[in-house]
């Protein structure tokens, strides 16, 4: 059997001048048949336009009060990112993420970090996603217990990624369809509502600006938190293979992703934040039913917002975000499997789906065994939460470290702007963010850090160092 790290076949181009996967030394396994705008889509549904609803609560109180400013700051960081993310996938048009990018950007093994950090977004991601939706079903429908819920999406979500990445893409227009009009019903009623005199009392501007509470610390603390937001538009890196257009539109469609994520999520916690029934109580207490977005919705309109919202959340975390995440993952372990950095068989591609069908198993099976464990635990979905954002953020900044190092110092690029200074701001915001995270979060993420180093150690020790393919000549 051919093995793709030796073979070196003519370097082809997907457009603009880009090289193919070919020219890396791969061969293209996977099928191209993703447009801009399914992917635009797809980091969307990622990223679920509605997704503070579920984390209102917690972002208000670490905010103190100041929700969209914490918002806004995690969209001006997660932009430099993207511009990052831009600039690498143009270079490396391949799947695998951040993985691919500093492990070819920097060096081998500092990929092998960087996807061993990633891992701990994206494999804990579905299970989290899983977890909040089933938690959200059973208060609606009582009767139905947690794991109920949360087996039935596990099993649909892997159904329709097993069925291919197209039929995948046509689901997640109808999810973001969906959610889409939930948030537009929420959005015209709040304005309403608000033009006639309701909401909590709040200055117009206290939502982005309090100067009695306002400090740095506070504000990126609360930034470390809504950042889980905004995770998921670089889940459209890790379709680089199946994109059948320029890789340009791997890059504008992180960018356009974020940006209209980004201003929905602004809006409607600024909106929100007017109408909740008794914000002090939430900034002193907290939000431990996780209701404070529905109850917002409620006072605006009455109690069929509330289930509207409510239910709307569970789907799009449920089903909606968790498919595309379970999509995303098994790309990653597909991409490392495939550079020997796991086990062999997650690279198995199926030969009429086109799709990494051991990795989407084994995905599924992680989410289910996760969902379950942390439903036993009460403080299981803030943990899992802290955890996948430290992971998601650390890997980040590897990745800002390598459009520096692969294009300032190999290419002697003089696009000072776009590889040097928009990585180190991107480097510096987020370190920043990283500092002001929970201490649990910080250490839990450092101890899945040195699981990583020994385990590179042990690669290295046994010949199995990361080596990726090499380019054609």
Known sequence: MTDPRTTRPPAVSTGEGTPSVEAFGYHQELKRSLSFTDLLVYGLVFMVPIAPFGIFGSVFQASGGMIALAYAVGGLAMAFTAASYSQMSRAFPMAGSVYTYAGRGI?????????????????????????????????????????????????????????????????????????????????????????????????????????????????????????????????????AEENRES????????????????????????????????????????????????????????????????????????????????????RLLFAMARDRQLPSFLAKVHPTRRVPVNATFLVAVVSLVLGLYMNSRDDGISLLSTLVNFGALTAFLLLHIAVVVHFVVRQKSRDWWHHLLVPVIGFAILFYVIINAKVAAQRLGFVWLAIGLALLVFLVVTGREPELAEEAR
Do not use: C
């Not at 970090?113 to 996603?129: N, S, T």
């Not at 501007?205 to 610390?217: E, G, R, V």
């Not at 919705?297 to 449920?318: M, R």
């Open 107 to 239: 060096a081998q093994p500092v990929g092998f970090i960087a996807g061993w950090m990633i891992l701990l977004d994206y494999v804990l991601v579905p299970g989290l996603l899983y977890l909040i939706a089933g938690v959200a079903m059973h208060s609606i429908v009582t009767s139905v217990p947690v794991w109920v819920w949360l087996v039935g999406f596990v099993v649909l979500n892997t159904v329709v990624n097993y069925l291919g990445i197209e039929f995948t893409a046509r689901v997640n227009k109808l999810m973001l369809i969906g959610e889409l009009v939930v948030l537009a019903v929420f959005l015209v009623v709040a304005v309403i509502a608000l033009a006639n005199g309701k909401g909590n009392g709040l200055g117009a501007l206290t939502p982005l600006y309090n100067s009695d509470t306002f400090s740095l610390s506070l504000v990126f603390g609360a930034v470390s938190i809504a950042v889980l937001s905004f995770l998921g538009f670089d889940g459209i890196s890790t379709l």
């Open 247 to 330: 890789a340009r539109s791997i890059g504008k469609s992180m960018i356009a992703a974020l940006a209209l994520a980004g201003t929905l999520f602004i809006v409607q916690t600024w909106l929100a934040a007017l109408l909740v029934p008794d914000p002090q109580a939430i900034i002193s207490d907290g939000d431990a039913a996780g209701t404070s977005f529905y109850d917002a919705a409620e006072a605006a309109s009455g109690h069929w917002l509330y289930v509207l919202t409510a239910v709307a959340t569970a789907i799009a975390w449920g089903f909606a975000n968790s498919l595309v995440a379970q999509a995303a993952t098994s």
